[in-house]
């Protein structure tokens, strides 16, 4: 790109807004030009307002910055990647694509939005041609854009190429959720050592793995998306590791297919055309591992730069059709990494 697009950062202090931060440097299309936070941060330089969690080190070009507000009379940015609580987010966002911002949101605010785009662009990449009925239909000239629930993304990528081959009518899945995705300081160190803790987040969590799947496997028809015709049941599970969600799926496709047409069909999955070839598309899309013992996080986590789907124990189910075990970086695919992605699609679409 001859210039690079300003971009801010809202939550920018917490653990998702660090991953942002971490991840847009050396961007070749972004440069960050505000560090938005809460009023607490507002006024302090950036390395002093936030502690620091990732391993990597804080980049330099944010050590410096001044924190500002989240509000559009402090923030002149043509895409603010937000990391905002929910509740905040509802009020925040709607301000800033008003004044002509493309929003790209972790938050789950705006994701059932009727014309809202749910992205994750190696799989439904065409909606994201649904913010020219937002933007006609709310009359702002910016945009909400929302990447799904971290542990709805690398399931549903999974999905999605089972779908495409032999038709997925049923999935049952359980998820192994890191700690990282209950944000810092997350989970007491005295409920998750020695335990696993059902019901993420005191419930929601389950609702949202099985709607959102529905809607990114949907199909764009004009100004709507059709949900996919696909029943869920879903059972979510913080575990004590660090960074990774493992999801166990179970499937029930049109008719019973050999477990290693389906790995082929993983294995030889493309990203859609528009997000084959962008700064963060990941490569592969889907990495199958053959070991009886992997995925795992801390082994697997990391491929792809985090942003590829790891996919292992592909057999046959005995009740079902076809069993799986699907891992995810979920801070990396399934958060931050996420956003940076729909952004580069809305550049890559012409759509700021």
Known sequence: ???????????????????????????????????????????????????WVLDEPMPAY???????????????????????????ANEVEPQFAKAGAAVCSNASSYRRGDDVPLLLPEINADHVQLVKYQRQNKGWSGCIVTNPNCTSTGLTIALKVLDNAFGVKQVIAVSLQALSGAGYPGVPSLDIMDNIIPNVANGGEEEKVEWEPRKMLG????????????????????????????????VKLDAPVEPEAAI??????????????????????????????????????????????????????????????VLSHNTIRGAAGASIYNAELLVNENLL
Request: charged residues 25%; aromatic residues 6%.
């Open 1 to 51: 790109m001859s210039s690079q697009i300003p971009v801010a950062v809202l939550g920018a202090t917490g653990s998702v807004g660090q991953r942002f931060i971490s991840l847009l440097d050396n961007h070749p299309w972004f440069k960050v030009v505000a560090l938005a936070a809460s009023d607490r941060s507002v006024g302090q330089k950036y390395s002093q307002a936030a502690r």
């Open 62 to 88: 944010a050590r410096e910055m001044v924190v500002v507000p989240a509000a559009t009379d402090c923030i002149d940015a043509r895409i603010v990647f937000s990391a905002l609580h929910t509740e905040i």
């Open 219 to 250: 199909t764009f028809k004009e100004n709507r998306i059709d949900l996919a015709n696909i029943a869920f049941s879903v059972h979510t599970n913080r575990v004590a590791v660090n960074d990774g969600h493992t999801v166990c799926a179970s």
């Open 264 to 325: 082929q069909a993983l294995r030889d999955f493309k990203a859609d055309a528009a997000a084959r070839d962008l700064p963060s598309s990941p490569r592969p899309v889907i990495e199958v591992r053959d070991e009886a013992d992997r995925p795992q996080p801390r082994l697997d986590r990391l491929a792809g730069k985090g942003m590829t789907t790891v996919v292992g124990r592909v057999r046959r189910d005995p009740i079902l059709d076809l069993k799986f075990v």
